[in-house]
């Protein structure tokens, strides 16, 4: 039996590059999919929120010159283009899933409802959950936690290239530490950047933990159903 019975999972849009400088990296994708085709077959309802980094980003958009506000929806609709895609990977491997968005855009997707996506989850669909929290001056990992506390999800599961949370950039500081476990308290006290402060504070106030790991491991997302240690659990 699985260790969490329901699961937010956020994956970044960078992440989504694989090799690339750019865009959807077909490979990654696939091994995404098969990952999370591979926790739903153990009965885990998965939703999950990607973001639109690989795409577009609205702060760097504003840098360049963009209305801060469109840049925003420009990504938001990037984060659409990378559910859409993890959607046709997943059914193409007999997953079934469907694409909620937080900005009407039927036929693309359904509007986003927590009814809606807890039905979906229980009839076995995983659900992808696009367009952020759908307004702009947010990031998806807000999305992430908002949506994660909606539907009532056990655990969040970030994943990303790094294998949790460490005391400094582990890409830029060899001496930087893993923690195993840490409290939304300390990832403050520290300026860790786990998540941008917003969706921390969310998670802390509905007690909603948060769990840093390595996605880019294939049978990380299913080692963690089995109740493997791996990453870094963040709780209050
Ligand atoms: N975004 C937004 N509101 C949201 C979520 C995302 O405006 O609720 C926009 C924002 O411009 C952001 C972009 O969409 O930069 C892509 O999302 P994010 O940066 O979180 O993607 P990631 O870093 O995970 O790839």
């Known amino acids: 039996m699985a260790k969490y019975g329901r699961i937010l999972l956020k994956l970044s849009g960078e992440s989504l590059m694989g090799g690339q400088q750019y865009g959807i990296d077909v490979n990654r994708l ?3 999919a098969e990952q999370i085709k ?28 963009y209305d801060r506000v469109k840049g925003d929806q420009m990504g938001m ?5 990378n559910s859409l895609a993890l959607s046709s990977a997943l059914v193409a491997i007999g ?13 693309i997707g359904e509007i986003y409802s927590k009814w809606k ?16 929290t759908g307004n702009p001056f947010f990031t998806t990992d807000t999305g992430s936690s908002l949506r994660g ?12 290239r790094v294998d949790g949370v ?9 001496s930087a530490v893993k923690f195993e476990s840490i409290s939304y308290d300390e990832v403050y006290s520290r300026g860790l950047k786990v998540m941008d402060m917003t969706a921390t504070v969310m998670c802390k ?8 790991f390595d996605m880019d491991t294939p049978g990380n997302l299913e080692r963690l159903m089995n109740g493997e240690n791996i990453g870094t659990y963040v709780h209050a």
């Open 166 to 174: 460490y005391t400094a950039d582990p890409e830029k500081d060899p």
């Open 205 to 212: 106030e509905n007690n909603l933990p948060i769990v840093v």
């Open 117 to 132: 996506a807890i039905e979906s989850m229980e009839n076995g669909e995983v659900v992808i959950l696009s367009c952020g």
């Open 30 to 32: 696939n091994s995404y």
């Open 149 to 160: 506390i909606e539907i009532e999800a056990d655990v969040m599961l970030k994943g990303t």
């Open 38 to 65: 591979s926790v739903a077959d153990m009965g885990v309802q998965i939703s999950i929120v990607i973001g639109g980094g690989n795409i577009f980003r609205g702060l760097s958009g504003a840098s360049k010159g």
């Open 95 to 107: 997953q079934k899933a469907r694409v909620l968005t937080a900005i009407r855009m039927e036929p």
């Open 77 to 81: 609709l990037a984060t659409v283009i």
